[in-house]
């Protein structure tokens, strides 16, 4: 049984309308290791759908979370917004509302490309509108409880002033420089680091916040939320969760909802993805360079407390050609091959949309990777795969549109994540040669022995082949020459292929001109 049939199993015992919860604080690039929370938690949603059980999907965005320093990606000009709430800073290129829309629209438009349709909370918004505010004076009104269960579960001890309340200073707009001098219902007089002393109602929104693990049990009972997966970091005995289930218990008499704990995900070369390091890979360029049918196979093909590692190099088109195999044994094309798990249903939940009644038409990824670097519009693309008869003339909207998704997101990987290696560019002109004679010959038996043959893969490669061994020279030699006249480098993809792509008077009037 798939991982996440077992998690809504466990769901369905609890006989209730499931809320199943999934949020990030944006306050830097949303990345592909967040996007695992959010896919893991819209796998059980789907297979709760699929059983006929009643569900919600909800993203919260904490964008009421302070800024905690200038990120590496930030102008040092932000240092005067640190403590302030995101959504109240001025956004880094000007164009979004606030610092927490510049990265969070982008985000919630890569989830629609991604087939995840949640309803959307704002933590400004519920602050301010005063969604909150019974929370914050049952908090407050258990402050010593919840002080107690804090120190006790994490083993830390917090101020002697400290209050479960964040006041924001009304002259700086601080969150993380107030400190609570009294509290009387429904007022907090306070003091800010800035030199302001004030007084604020909490029955007003907005003018403060629960500390993280206070807020999110609250919201927990707020929200109605019976599933809400979460990463290691807050799995940690005495972290987060631990004390969370202690409070929205004790404090909130709410039941703690139903988790898995999640594996970060790795960047290979890098480590673990941190937006405020600058060592992540964003959602929306992670979609731009892989198809997103693949991206959710990348994790529904894996259980979520499984360590993964993400080449965006060579390790991509590994990857795609994965998805491809496992979707032709979906379609009854292919025979499944051993490590195949659970394919019927990583299969349909790796689909954004809808599943297609029969198998999309396929071209392999690498072979793609290749076309495109011939030629870069899609149309002239198009044109070699209809003259080599590599798809059918009458190829319908569906297929071709899928291979236009391909063509662009291969663009986009070479563009900016391939290694050189596999990189080439088809001159227009014959690069500056310095050919020996030996190179020469074998370029004039080659042009007598292909100007003969049908111009397909198969025959040129075979010409190639034979006009080595006829004229006795290596055949390293040989993919060397034509490389070098065509690419104006030594190395390229496989010459059968690549050759067959190119029109054959092209080829051989390029191999005339290098001759001379």
């Given at each position: 049984?798939?991982?996440?049939?077992?998690?809504?199993?466990?769901?369905?015992?609890?006989?209730?309308?499931?809320?199943?919860?999934?949020?990030?604080?944006?306050?830097?690039?949303?990345?592909?290791?967040?996007?695992?929370?959010?896919?893991?938690?819209?796998?059980?949603?789907?297979?709760?759908?699929?059983?006929?059980?009643?569900?919600?999907?909800?993203?919260?965005?904490?964008?009421?979370?302070?800024?905690?320093?200038?990120?590496?990606?930030?102008?040092?000009?932000?240092?005067?917004?640190?403590?302030?709430?995101?959504?109240?800073?001025?956004?880094?290129?000007?164009?979004?509302?606030?610092?927490?829309?510049?990265?969070?629209?982008?985000?919630?438009?890569?989830?629609?490309?991604?087939?995840?349709?949640?309803?959307?909370?704002?933590?400004?918004?519920?602050?301010?509108?005063?969604?909150?505010?019974?929370?914050?004076?049952?908090?407050?009104?258990?402050?010593?409880?919840?002080?107690?269960?804090?120190?006790?579960?994490?083993?830390?001890?917090?101020?002697?002033?400290?209050?479960?309340?964040?006041?924001?200073?009304?002259?700086?707009?601080?969150?993380?420089?107030?400190k609570a001098i009294l509290y009387e219902?429904?007022?907090?007089?306070?003091?800010?680091?800035?030199?302001?002393?004030?007084?604020?109602?909490?029955?007003?929104?907005?003018?403060?916040?629960?500390?993280w693990r206070v807020d999110w049990p609250?919201?927990?009972?707020?929200?109605?939320?019976?599933?809400?997966?979460?990463?290691?970091?807050?799995?940690?005995?005495?972290?987060?969760?631990?004390?969370?289930?202690?409070?929205?218990?004790?404090?909130?008499?709410?039941?703690?909802?139903?988790?898995?704990?999640?594996?970060?995900?790795?960047?290979?070369?890098?480590?673990?993805?941190?937006?405020?390091?600058?060592?992540?890979?964003?959602?929306?360029?992670?979609?731009?360079?892989?198809?997103?049918?693949?991206?959710?196979?990348?994790?529904?093909?894996?259980?979520?407390?499984?360590?993964?590692?993400?080449?965006?190099?060579?390790?991509?088109?590994?990857?795609?050609?994965?998805?491809?195999?496992?979707?032709?044994?979906?379609?009854?094309?292919?025979?499944?091959?051993?490590?195949?798990?659970?394919?019927?249903?990583?299969?349909?939940?790796?689909?954004?949309?809808?599943?297609?009644?029969?198998?999309?038409?396929?071209?392999?990824?690498?072979?793609?990777?290749?076309?495109?670097?011939?030629?870069?519009?899609?149309?002239?693309?198009?044109?070699?795969?209809?003259?080599?008869?590599?798809?059918?003339?009458?190829?319908?909207?569906?297929?071709?549109?899928?291979?236009?998704?391909?063509?662009?997101?291969?663009?986009?990987?070479?563009?900016?994540?391939?290694?050189?290696?596999?990189?080439?560019?088809?001159?227009?002109?014959?690069?500056?040669?310095?050919?020996?004679?030996?190179?020469?010959?074998?370029?004039?038996s080659l042009l007598i022995n292909i100007?003969?043959?049908?111009?397909?893969?198969?025959?040129?490669?075979?010409?190639?082949?034979?006009?080595?061994?006829?004229?006795?020279?290596?055949?390293?030699?040989?993919?060397?020459?034509?490389?070098?006249?065509?690419?104006?480098?030594?190395?390229?993809?496989?010459?059968?292929?690549?050759?067959?792509?190119?029109?054959?008077?092209?080829?051989?009037?390029?191999?005339?001109?290098?001759?001379?």
């Open positions: 049984m798939h991982w996440a049939d077992v998690l809504a199993d466990e769901l369905i015992k609890d006989d209730r309308k499931h809320v199943l919860a999934t949020g990030i604080t944006p306050s830097g690039p949303i990345h592909i290791g967040n996007m695992r929370e959010i896919l893991t938690t819209d796998a059980v949603y789907r297979c709760l759908l699929e059983k006929g059980v009643k569900g919600k999907l909800i993203y919260v965005a904490d964008d009421f979370d302070p800024l905690r320093k200038v990120y590496p990606y930030l102008s040092k000009t932000y240092e005067k917004y640190v403590g302030m709430p995101i959504s109240d800073i001025p956004c880094p290129c000007g164009k979004h509302k606030s610092y927490a829309d510049h990265f969070l629209i982008s985000f919630l438009n890569s989830l629609k490309e991604i087939g995840v349709k949640p309803k959307i909370y704002r933590a400004n918004e519920m602050y301010k509108k005063g969604e909150f505010n019974k929370a914050i004076q049952i908090a407050l009104d258990n402050t010593d409880k919840i002080k107690d269960i804090i120190q006790k579960i994490s083993k830390r001890e917090l101020p002697k002033d400290w209050i479960p309340f964040n006041i924001r200073c009304e002259k700086c707009k601080k969150l993380t420089s107030t219902y429904p007022f907090i007089e306070y003091r800010c680091d800035c030199g302001y002393e004030g007084e604020v109602d909490i029955r007003k929104g907005g003018v403060g916040k629960l500390p609250a919201r927990w009972k707020m929200l109605g939320i019976t599933f809400e997966p979460f990463g290691k970091d807050l799995g940690t005995t005495g972290g987060a969760r631990d004390t969370g289930v202690k409070i929205v218990e004790e404090i909130y008499d709410y039941p703690a909802p139903k988790y898995t704990v999640y594996e970060f995900i790795m960047l290979k070369g890098k480590g673990a993805m941190h937006s405020s390091k600058g060592t992540a890979l964003s959602a929306e360029e992670m979609l731009k360079m892989t198809p997103p049918e693949v991206l959710r196979f990348l994790l529904m093909n894996n259980q979520p407390s499984k360590h993964l590692v993400f080449d965006s190099g060579l390790g991509l088109l590994n990857l795609v050609d994965e998805y491809d195999k496992e979707e032709r044994v979906f379609f009854g094309k292919e025979e499944a091959i051993k490590g195949m798990k659970d394919l019927k249903k990583v299969y349909e939940l790796s689909q954004p949309y809808d599943i297609a009644k029969k198998i999309p038409l396929q071209l392999p990824y690498r072979h793609l990777v290749t076309l495109v670097q011939i030629e870069e519009k899609w149309s002239d693309t198009k044109k070699i795969l209809l003259r080599t008869n590599q798809i059918p003339k009458d190829i319908s909207h569906e297929d071709d549109e899928h291979l236009k998704q391909r063509a662009e997101h291969a663009k986009y990987w070479l563009d900016n994540f391939a290694p050189d290696m596999v990189k080439f560019e088809v001159k227009k002109k014959v690069p500056k040669l310095n050919l020996n004679e030996e190179q020469k010959k074998f370029l004039s100007s003969k043959k049908s111009w397909n893969a198969e025959n040129i490669h075979n010409a190639i082949y034979e006009t080595s061994e006829k004229i006795k020279i290596p055949i390293k030699t040989c993919f060397n020459t034509i490389y070098q006249i065509i690419l104006g480098q030594e190395k390229g993809p496989r010459a059968g292929y690549f050759l067959s792509n190119l029109d054959k008077d092209f080829v051989l009037e390029r191999i005339k001109e290098a001759i001379k």
